[in-house]
């Protein structure tokens, strides 16, 4: 599965016609992660779960917090401990 990234998302598929997608902007030190979509082809495989790796990955490259309004990255950046270093 080929992730793959632009200024403001990262995603599975082609720039028109992703099959997931988690979108965020960057203000600051902050990256607000403000929508996650999977298709129904790819659901059930994790791909959210993969995007949202990614995107907290970034974070801790560029030394910057995750701000979810996405209620999909908030439930899953607030149940894994593993993230709890990039959440703001």
Not at 23 to 38: A, L, P, Q, S, Y
Not at 60 to 68: A, D, S
Request: proline share 1%; hydrophobic share 30%; glycine share 6%.
């Amino acid at each position: 599965m080929d992730i793959k990234q632009n200024e403001e998302s990262f995603y599975i598929g082609e720039k028109e016609g992703k099959k997931a997608e988690l979108h965020f902007t960057i203000e600051g030190e902050t990256i607000v992660v403000d929508h996650t979509f999977v298709s129904d082809e790819l659901r059930g495989q994790g791909v959210a779960g993969k995007l949202l790796h990614q995107v907290v990955q970034m974070a801790r490259e560029q030394n910057k917090k995750i701000t979810p309004t996405c209620s999909y990255a908030k439930k899953k950046l607030q149940d894994t401990k593993e993230y709890h270093d990039v959440l703001s």
